[in-house]
């Protein structure tokens, strides 16, 4: 027998093996035989979600399998679609049996998240959850209004509780908890009523606080900071989501006194680049920090922290619109970076790379910074390098976001080399780019990651095979015209003006003109280069503004395990190659047909799909409309769209 065999047949070795597998690994390996399906079935048992109002369907389908395997199950999910959590007439009894049934085939219960009708009562949870939740550690519910003595009687019966979130808590129930549970040391609350005065009187009796997250306080004041900041110290993770009224003060007395923060949340705040560098300065175990939405945050914040919390693992900059690509880039002189709107590209070409110090980093959202540049764009052209040089060198990358960016990332010509270094790469967004790219460019892009479950665009993001032919040949018979190359842009901030007699002549006397574009007749606009967007009826087209569907959703593909693994369709390729290559069968991208509709008005959307290297199945309608029939992926529990419930990837905690 060989060696690697022998110590598969070790338990405990078994045992640590399956617990870093993913779902789908644990799910074949259950087919192995006998033992390694009890072992994998005890794993997936850990964790369980029962969706889609759990309270008001059957579920006897899986009382036999809790009444085998509920004893394994350590975290729980009770989940309500929308239109439940606003119902108005609910039958009490029912669910209350119904939550009695799950809570008491589950003994050691530690985790559980219950979501309940808007109109239901907080004494429900009382009477089961404090019942059965003698070892439960962690509790979250959707209950909005909580009765004091409610909650200090579920307190009482969950002896071990350590952390619980809710919304709306009061000043009265903050002081009901400490008296019911002094140990403790986790607290999340949404739309909190308490005030400033009624939270630092809370923090004053839990001065071993390690998690504190006051999300959607519109009224949450400096004060509040600088009372928790007198008594907390151990804080580890920090959540102040749209708070609005914080000031920097406030933020930084808090966050100077915090050593042992890991997560930090500060988005829609009005933070500043000197709250930033306390962070950088005084928080060095910094896992995660969000700062979607911060207006008054500039490159000066950022770059402290990805030189200084070498530990980042999460960084969110989505939409700080004055962020700007300088962040990947370090000039070599103070002087250079506050001349880079004028400086020629000649030099901004050679701005030295300075590395980050969170080479450890596995997600990153830089969706919407500022990088474009109006007085010269150039500039931002030459620190496209610099962007991709940067992101080549975070090689433990899992999910990045490059959308809504001001310009078109030429992810191709100028990202190739760093992208392809990200080989764990599972999730990537390219979504709402301001310029569409070729499906092929698409696809190519898709490539070069061979772990990829998830690519983010919407179909108005992408020009069609055929479309990009035709405007090729379009841009070929003006380049004949006036006899020599069209200069292609990156950039669009200046739409092309139509060929007057007075640009012939100057082109005769070798001065500057603008050149447009020629599109056939009839194109859309979504099928038009990235270069020019415009649209003609007639000999001379005259620039217009482009009409753009509405988005319904972004673009989200399904990974298909079992596809064959296809090269991709080759950029330079020409219409009469790529209509040979998609008759073939081992073609790489398909037509298909959707019917939508009532079945007395049934239309044909022609819909192109790809399979991806990695097996994921990406596809976009040419009409550009994203519709939900085309989502897919993993999440989707039960099966036939029969009501059910599974084992997610990660709890919803």
Same mark, same amino acid.
């Given at each position: 027998?060989?060696?690697?065999?022998?110590?598969?047949?070790?338990?405990?070795?078994?045992?640590?093996?399956?617990?870093?597998?993913?779902?789908?690994?644990?799910?074949?390996?259950?087919?192995?035989?006998?033992?390694?399906?009890?072992?994998?079935?005890?794993?997936?048992?850990?964790?369980?979600?029962?969706?889609?109002?759990?309270?008001?369907?059957?579920?006897?389908?899986?009382?036999?399998?809790?009444? #085998?395997?509920?004893?394994?199950?350590?975290?729980?999910?009770?989940?309500?679609?929308?239109?439940?959590?606003?119902?108005?007439?609910?039958?009490?009894?029912?669910?209350?049996?119904?939550?009695?049934?799950?809570?008491?085939?589950?003994?050691?219960?530690?985790?559980?998240?219950? *979501?309940?009708?808007?109109?239901?009562?907080?004494?429900?949870?009382?009477?089961?959850?404090?019942?059965?939740?003698?070892?439960?550690?962690?509790?979250?519910?959707?209950?909005?209004?909580?009765?004091?003595?409610?909650?200090?009687?579920?307190?009482?019966?969950?002896?071990?509780?350590?952390?619980?979130?809710?919304?709306?808590?009061?000043?009265?129930?903050?002081?009901?908890?400490?008296?019911?549970?002094?140990?403790?040391?986790?607290?999340?609350?949404?739309?909190?009523?308490?005030?400033?005065?009624?939270?630092?009187?809370?923090?004053?009796?839990?001065?071993?606080?390690?998690?504190?997250?006051?999300?959607?306080? *519109?009224?949450?004041?400096?004060?509040?900071?600088?009372?928790?900041?007198?008594?907390?110290?151990?804080?580890?993770?920090?959540?102040?989501?749209?708070?609005? @009224?914080?000031?920097?003060?406030?933020?930084?007395?808090?966050?100077?006194?915090?050593?042992?923060?890991?997560?930090?949340?500060?988005?829609?705040?009005?933070?500043?680049?000197?709250?930033?560098?306390?962070?950088?300065? #005084?928080?060095?175990?910094?896992?995660?920090?969000?700062?979607?939405?911060?207006?008054?945050?500039?490159?000066?914040?950022?770059?402290?922290?990805?030189?200084?919390?070498?530990?980042?693992?999460?960084?969110?900059?989505?939409?700080?619109?004055?962020?700007?690509?300088?962040?990947?880039?370090?000039?070599?002189?103070?002087?250079?970076?506050?001349?880079?709107?004028?400086?020629?590209?000649?030099?901004?070409?050679?701005?030295?790379?300075?590395?980050?110090?969170?080479?450890?980093?596995?997600?990153?959202?830089?969706?919407?910074?500022?990088?474009?540049?109006?007085?010269?764009?150039?500039?931002?052209?030459?620190?496209?390098?610099?962007?991709?040089?940067?992101?080549?060198?975070?090689?433990?990358?899992?999910?990045?976001?490059?959308?809504?960016?001001?310009?078109?990332?030429?992810?191709?010509?100028?990202?190739?080399?760093?992208?392809?270094?990200?080989?764990?790469?599972?999730?990537?967004?390219?979504?709402?780019?301001?310029?569409?790219?070729?499906?092929?460019?698409?696809?190519?892009?898709?490539?070069?990651?061979?772990?990829?479950?998830?690519?983010?665009?919407?179909?108005?993001?992408?020009?069609?095979?055929?479309?990009?032919?035709?405007?090729? *040949?379009?841009?070929?018979?003006?380049?004949?015209?006036?006899?020599?190359?069209?200069? #292609?842009?990156?950039?669009?901030? *200046?739409?092309?003006?139509?060929?007057?007699?007075?640009?012939?002549?100057?082109?005769?006397?070798?001065?500057?003109? @603008?050149?447009?574009?020629?599109?056939?007749?009839?194109?859309?606009?979504?099928?038009?280069?990235?270069?020019?967007?415009?649209?003609?009826?007639?000999?001379?087209?005259?620039?217009?503004?482009?009409?753009?569907?509405?988005?319904?959703?972004?673009?989200?593909?399904?990974?298909?395990?079992?596809?064959?693994?296809?090269?991709?369709?080759?950029?330079?390729?020409?219409?009469?190659?790529?209509?040979?290559?998609?008759?073939?069968?081992?073609?790489?991208?398909?037509?298909?047909?959707?019917?939508?509709?009532?079945?007395?008005?049934?239309?044909?959307?022609?819909?192109?799909?790809?399979?991806? #290297?990695?097996?994921?199945?990406?596809?976009?309608?040419?009409?550009?409309?994203?519709?939900?029939?085309?989502?897919?992926?993993?999440?989707?529990?039960?099966?036939?769209?029969?009501?059910?419930?599974?084992?997610?990837?990660?709890?919803?905690?």
């Amino acid at each position: 027998m060989p060696a690697s065999t022998k110590a598969l047949a070790i338990p405990e070795i078994l045992c640590l093996i399956f617990d870093c597998m993913t779902l789908s690994a644990l799910r074949q390996a259950s087919l192995v035989c006998k033992e390694w399906e009890r072992l994998a079935n005890r794993i997936l048992a850990n964790q369980l979600v029962i969706p889609n109002d759990w309270y008001a369907h059957d579920l006897s389908h899986l009382w036999p399998y809790l009444d #085998r395997r509920g004893e394994h199950v350590k975290a729980l999910a009770l989940e309500l679609s929308p239109s439940a959590r606003l119902a108005q007439e609910v039958d009490l009894e029912h669910m209350t049996r119904q939550l009695d049934n799950i809570l008491s085939r589950t003994p050691n219960l530690e985790r559980l998240d219950v *979501q309940v009708p808007r109109e239901v009562k907080s004494s429900i949870l009382t009477t089961v959850v404090g019942r059965h939740g003698k070892k439960l550690q962690q509790f979250e519910t959707s209950q909005l209004n909580w009765e004091p003595s409610d909650m200090a009687h579920l307190l009482e019966g969950c002896s071990q509780l350590r952390h619980l979130s809710g919304h709306n808590f009061s000043g009265d129930l903050l002081q009901t908890i400490v008296k019911s549970q002094p140990l403790l040391s986790m607290i999340d609350c949404t739309h909190p009523r308490f005030d400033d005065d009624e939270l630092i009187a809370f923090a004053k009796q839990v001065p071993n606080l390690l998690r504190l997250s006051v999300s959607q306080h *519109q009224f949450l004041s400096t004060k509040a900071l600088i009372g928790i900041a007198n008594y907390c110290f151990q804080l580890e993770y920090l959540n102040l989501h749209f708070c609005l @009224s914080l000031q920097s003060n406030g933020f930084q007395a808090l966050l100077a006194v915090s050593p042992n923060l890991r997560f930090l949340d500060l988005g829609l705040t009005e933070v500043h680049d000197a709250d930033i560098v306390v962070v950088a300065n #005084r928080c060095p175990q910094l896992e995660s920090l969000k700062l979607p939405f911060c207006g008054n945050l500039t490159q000066t914040g950022i770059r402290a922290i990805v030189h200084s919390c070498s530990r980042l693992l999460h960084l969110d900059l989505s939409f700080c619109d004055k962020i700007m690509l300088t962040i990947f880039g370090n000039p070599s002189s103070p002087s250079s970076s506050s001349s880079f709107s004028s400086s020629t590209p000649s030099t901004s070409q050679s701005l030295p790379y300075s590395p980050w110090g969170c080479l450890g980093l596995q997600s990153l959202d830089i969706s919407g910074i500022h990088a474009s540049y109006s007085a010269d764009t150039s500039v931002a052209s030459a620190l496209l390098p610099a962007m991709y040089h940067q992101i080549g060198l975070l090689t433990d990358l899992r999910t990045l976001k490059l959308s809504g960016h001001g310009f078109s990332l030429q992810l191709l010509e100028q990202g190739r080399i760093g992208l392809s270094k990200l080989t764990r790469l599972e999730r990537l967004d390219v979504a709402k780019l301001r310029n569409p790219l070729p499906w092929a460019t698409i696809i190519e892009i898709g490539n070069l990651f061979p772990k990829l479950t998830e690519l983010q665009f919407r179909s108005n993001d992408v020009i069609p095979p055929q479309a990009a032919v035709e405007q090729e *040949q379009a841009i070929s018979e003006v380049e004949a015209k006036v006899g020599h190359r069209i200069k #292609r842009g990156r950039f669009v901030d *200046q739409q092309p003006e139509p060929i007057h007699q007075e640009d012939n002549d100057d082109r005769s006397h070798g001065g500057s003109m @603008s050149l447009p574009i020629v599109v056939p007749n009839g194109m859309k606009w979504s099928a038009l280069a990235s270069t020019s967007t415009f649209s003609t009826t007639g000999a001379s087209p005259t620039p217009s503004e482009p009409s753009l569907s509405k988005r319904k959703r972004s673009r989200s593909s399904s990974p298909t395990p079992n596809a064959p693994s296809t090269a991709t369709d080759d950029i330079n390729t020409t219409a009469d190659e790529r209509s040979s290559v998609q008759d073939k069968k081992d073609t790489s991208f398909a037509m298909v047909a959707a019917e939508t509709g009532p079945a007395d008005e049934q239309t044909q959307l022609e819909v192109m799909s790809a399979t991806l #290297r990695s097996g994921l199945k990406i596809s976009f309608r040419l009409n550009g409309e994203d519709d939900d029939d085309l989502q897919g992926g993993p999440g989707d529990f039960g099966a036939g769209g029969v009501i059910g419930w599974g084992f997610p990837e990660a709890m919803p905690f």
